[in-house]
């Protein structure tokens, strides 16, 4: 699998020799999963951090009654793990499961161990890569806790234009945090009020 829409993305926050980047591609795993694979179970432990080449995926909670509350969509060029897990070595508390077929580079964290030594600018590239997740973790449970349905899911297809057509109805209300019958009231009623 090419490295180089990872190689791209890296190149946003840290610069590297062709050396090191040859270093860095060296450690990567590949990994396709098919729609519906889990890329990792609750109460497994998060080896890895994956980047997503190709595809799309969901990571979510499981409550008592068998209900799933998404608490993200991951697609293309974004990493899929349980950041918990992986930096405790821990069960994970969330499941990762593709949506559609899922190309994936990975990163054990064993390996990721050795890459800071030999190329201390990537201590620098995850450790942004983790202040934003945990942003972004933040800004989802304050919208949450602070905003209403409509405007969540305003929100929402403004923050990602592609839901509607890679993402159910019922994951997308899961993550709003509403039922699908709400969510379908909604979307009527925003169609009404702004027909193109």
Same mark, same amino acid.
Request: overall charge negative; glycine content about 6%; hydrophobic content about 35%.
């Given at each position: 699998? *090419?490295?180089?829409? $990872?190689?791209?993305?890296?190149? =946003?926050?840290?610069?590297?020799?062709?050396? !090191?980047?040859? /270093? #860095?591609?060296? $450690?990567?795993?590949?990994?396709? $999963? @098919?729609? +519906?694979? /889990? %890329? %990792? =179970?609750? +109460?497994?432990?998060? =080896?890895h951090q994956s980047f997503i080449v190709r595809g799309c995926m969901k990571t979510y909670q499981t @409550?008592?009654? +068998?209900? !799933?509350?998404?608490? *993200? #969509?991951?697609i293309e060029e974004w990493w899929a793990d349980d950041l918990y897990s992986f930096l405790t070595a821990t069960a994970a508390t969330q499941t990762t499961r593709a949506i559609e077929e899922t190309n994936l580079l990975q990163v054990s964290h064993s390996d990721l161990q050795l890459l800071y030594v030999r190329v201390p600018k990537f201590e620098r590239f995850f450790r942004i890569l983790f202040q934003n997740a945990y942003i972004a973790q933040k800004r989802h449970i304050h919208s949450l806790l602070s905003t209403t349905a409509e405007e969540r899911y305003i929100r929402f297809c403004q923050l990602k234009p592609y839901a509607e057509e890679r993402f159910s109805q019922k994951d997308i209300a899961a993550y709003l945090g509403v039922t699908r019958q709400f969510l379908s009231t909604l979307r009527k009623k925003l169609r009404q009020v702004n027909p193109d």
């Open positions: 699998m *090419d490295p180089s829409l $990872l190689l791209s993305n890296i190149s =946003r926050q840290i610069t590297l020799t062709e050396e !090191e980047a040859s /270093y #860095f591609t060296s $450690l990567l795993k590949t990994r396709t $999963l @098919d729609a +519906g694979a /889990y %890329l %990792l =179970r609750e +109460g497994e432990v998060c =080896r @409550d008592e009654e +068998g209900s !799933e509350h998404i608490l *993200d #969509f991951l």
